[in-house]
Structure formats: C-alpha cells, structure tokens
C-alpha cells in the first residue's frame, strides 16, 4: 500500500475544524439514541496527544444509552510506550469491571485497543476503531513525524513486541472516512483478514468523537450481531 497520507485540503479543513470538534467532543450534549445498552461494559480509549475529556460526548451518550462505560484513565495519550499494555490492565482490574468489555478506540487509540485485545482475548467482547492506522505503512498519515518526536520512538519499531495489522481473535470493526485528512482511509480501512468488518461514515478524523451521525454509528456497532 501506499505511504501517501491524506491531501493537504483534507488535511487543510482537519486543522480549520480542530477547535470547534474539540469543543464538541468535549462539551456538547449527548446524541439521542433508541439503544438499549443492557449494562454492558465499554471502554473508550482517546487518540494521539487527547484524554478522556476527548471522548466525553462520546461517552455520555453511551452511558445514557445503558451502558457502562470507562474512559482510560491513563490522562493523556503520547504514543505507545513498553508498559502502556500493562497500565491499561491495571485500570481494568481496579474497576473490577464484569466482562467481557467492547473497547472502542479512537485513532492511536484503537491501536491500543486492538494490542490489549491481543493479549488479553478473553477479557474482550469486541474491539471497534476509529479512524485508527492499523493497515499497512505506518507513515500513511500526517501525525507521524509529530508521534515520533512526542513518542520518542521511530513510528516502525514501537517499543512492543507486535505485528500492527494482525487482528485481534475477537470481533472486529473499524470505522473510516474517506475524508479523513489525518489518517489515510485504506489504513483505517484495512484488509480482509485484518478486521472483521468495515464501515465508512462521512466524516472528518476529528469528528469521529463528536458528529452526531458517527456517534449513532458507533453505539450501533456496539451491540450489532
């Protein structure tokens, strides 16, 4: 696959739109939904450089939905590092959360969601990702060079032993735009083999946490067969 990342206006109109899906994402009130969650359990984990405040509209409507829903608690999100696995496994067993949980991960973290998902399948009902660049070159996005100076590794060796694209062996979907200008789509996208299933919306990266249309996506994704 190519190493392109997204055009520059789609990029252009990412960084025009920054401040105002960060407001939303954090302030605007909760979508109205018709969904039942049945009490089950989510975890929502924030994208590169964001924190649970991100995912705060997100989450809201989740919880007013019925579900029991989590951020991270791991405050904000600076890349990959060798214990990060092992932190988000403590925040799991200090809530004494009943399982199994959905993990639903925007951007970075739906890496991270799809990693722990790995290594703990037994502990996960499904992992869903958001705008998350999980397939093929790792440098197919427009943050890379910002993530390695902030991560302090090269964006191809993370300091975990893993292979990106591999899927976890749970159900998995992955969300994508084709007007993300932050991720390219087919990385977000994937392959057969490495997702389960995926769906397109009509949104920007950032509004992955914040549009209406996306949000009502994803809660139904959450409890879909």
């Not at 925007?106 to 799809?114: I, T």
Request: hydrophobic share 40%; glycine share 8%; with cysteine.
């Amino acid at each position: 696959m190519s190493d392109q990342p997204p055009a520059l206006p789609l990029l252009l109109r990412e960084v025009g739109s920054f401040a105002y899906m960060r407001l939303r994402a954090s302030f605007a009130p909760r979508v109205k939904s018709a969904v039942s969650g049945d009490g089950r359990t989510i975890i929502v984990f924030p994208g590169f450089m964001a924190s649970d405040r991100t995912t705060s509209r997100l989450r809201r409507t989740l919880k007013w939905a019925g579900f029991d829903v989590h951020g991270w608690g791991l405050g904000r999100n600076r890349g990959i590092r060798a214990d990060t696995l092992e932190k988000v496994e403590r925040q799991i067993k200090q809530r004494a959360l009943k399982g199994p949980v959905t993990l639903v991960g925007w951007s970075l973290g739906g890496l991270v969601a799809r990693e722990y998902a790995k290594r703990f399948p037994d502990q996960i009902a499904r992992v869903i990702t958001l705008g998350s660049p999980f397939s093929g070159s790792p440098r197919a996005n427009n943050v890379w060079r910002v993530y390695e100076l902030v991560a302090r590794h090269k964006v191809d060796a993370p300091p975990i032993d893993t292979f990106v694209s591999e899927k976890p062996p749970v159900k998995t979907i992955a969300f994508w735009s084709a007007k993300d200008g932050v991720v390219a789509p087919h990385s977000a996208r994937g392959l057969d083999g490495e997702r389960d299933q995926a769906i397109e919306l009509d949104c920007t990266h950032m509004a992955f946490v914040a549009d209406p249309d996306a949000i009502h996506a994803i809660t139904m994704a959450i409890i879909a067969d």
